[in-house]
């Protein structure tokens, strides 16, 4: 076998796919595949007279050229048509398989300007005509080449992400809660927003059910980190919570039967949940709540907000088997409301120092918002604490807010 012949000035090439091409920081690399000699040295010789440097590597059949690049993908892969192995489009078929992320620029006779089309209708980038082709014209060629070549792999890549972020946003939106109500006197506002950018989703999660008898069920938690695999940990718990509910499964049986999920699930023994589920029965003033290393909720009555802490129990996955939750109760009279949220909401940062807005600022924003309807409430809530972190890029954490109201 007649081994590649290689020209070079040994500067680095640069292979990072769709970033950079080699050109626009040293030269390409260009591999001729021509089995005449004579063809060859002229475009050696173009080489050589052109402004262009290349590092050209010449092969003299396709089985050459197939071994070249197994070893090495070019930037552009200059392709005689008539070779002892591989003839017109076939050529071209089989470098391109060969080696997706290089430009092609055919070689064609005096007489086959038609079959150069035809070439680039299957996917070269150019084509030369052999004893036509000038110095300049050749650089040209060669640096359009690899330049379309690159635009189109691009061009092929945000097709492909556009396409894949439109199908996660349509799973994604599938999963989010739909509340389960089933008569009237119930009021719930939701408001959710995933701290991942581009995300429908979080790891926060968050459901309300009625059950057949009107009694009101409500969740909502935290998974520990912000990526998918949290996201989808928080779906998981969110579902699971919605069937024990519907099972007649609630109190601590119902916690610890999430807690076996969760470590079942979870991608790392470190990651944990909380959070805090709410039981209000018909013609009860009084609701029992469950609380596992959740924060905190406010209240809202007719004379303001207050925040309020009932007993609770650690969070989901750190002592797996061996935590306890109790049962608080709280009362909530006519026409007062509970409002569950996630601790993206005052986790916030204030101004531009490490100062947090914290729960004690997060009051101080629920009360100066007291006299506003359920909507507006949540509404001023979420864009107060997200102006108040404007200065350090906003509410970088999930945030889950349901403000809950029933007859």
Not at 179 to 201: D, F, I, K, N, S
Not at 231 to 251: C, E, K
Not at 294 to 319: I, K, M, N, Q, S
Request: proline share 5%; hydrophobic share 45%; net charge negative.
């Amino acid at each position: 076998m007649v081994m590649p012949q290689t020209r070079t000035d040994g500067l680095p090439r640069n292979d990072d796919g769709i970033g950079q091409p080699s050109w626009v920081s040293g030269e390409p690399a260009v591999l001729l595949v021509e089995d005449d000699a004579g063809d060859a040295l002229l475009v050696e010789e173009l080489v050589a007279d052109s402004a262009l440097k290349v590092r050209l590597t010449w092969v003299r059949s396709m089985a050459e050229a197939v071994e070249a690049l197994a070893t090495e993908v070019p930037d552009c892969i200059l392709l005689d048509l008539h070779l002892p192995d591989a003839q017109g489009l076939e050529a071209v078929s089989r470098v391109r398989a060969g080696a997706e992320q290089a430009a092609v620029v055919v070689l064609t006779g005096l007489a086959e300007e038609e079959t150069g089309l035809a070439a680039v209708a299957a996917g070269a980038q150019d084509y030369l005509v052999k004893g036509r082709v000038e110095p300049e014209l050749f650089v040209r060629a060669v640096r359009y080449a690899i330049q379309r070549k690159q635009s189109e792999r691009a061009a092929v890549a945000l097709q492909a992400s556009r396409l894949q972020a439109q199908e996660n946003a349509r799973l994604e939106r599938g999963l989010l809660p739909r509340p389960l109500l089933r008569g009237e006197g119930v009021e719930v506002v939701t408001r959710y927003r995933p701290g991942r950018a581009h995300a429908l989703l979080g790891g926060d999660f968050y459901d309300i059910v009625q059950g057949a008898d009107g009694t009101v069920h409500a969740l909502i938690g935290d998974v520990s980190g912000h990526g998918p695999d949290e996201a989808a940990l928080g779906v998981a718990l969110r579902i699971a919570w919605r069937t024990l509910v519907l099972t007649g499964v609630t109190g601590p049986d119902q916690v610890a039967r999430l807690e076996e999920i969760l470590v079942a699930e979870r991608t790392r023994s470190e990651v944990f949940a909380t959070l805090v589920t709410l039981r209000a029965v018909p013609g009860q003033r009084t609701v029992r709540l469950v609380r596992a290393g959740h924060h905190g909720l406010l209240r809202r009555t007719g004379g303001g907000v207050e925040w309020l802490e009932p007993p609770g129990g650690p969070a989901l996955g750190v002592v797996p088997g061996l935590a306890r939750w109790p049962v608080a109760e709280m009362t909530v009279e006519e026409g007062a409301s509970v409002v569950l949220f996630t601790d993206g909401l005052f986790e916030g940062h204030v101004g531009r120092g490490q100062e947090r807005l914290g729960e004690d600022g997060l009051l101080a924003l629920a009360r100066e918002c007291t006299d506003l309807p359920a909507e507006e409430f949540v509404d001023a809530l979420i864009v107060r604490a997200e102006g108040l972190a404007e200065q350090q890029g906003g509410l970088a954490d999930d945030v889950a807010v349901m403000h809950l109201s029933w007859d």
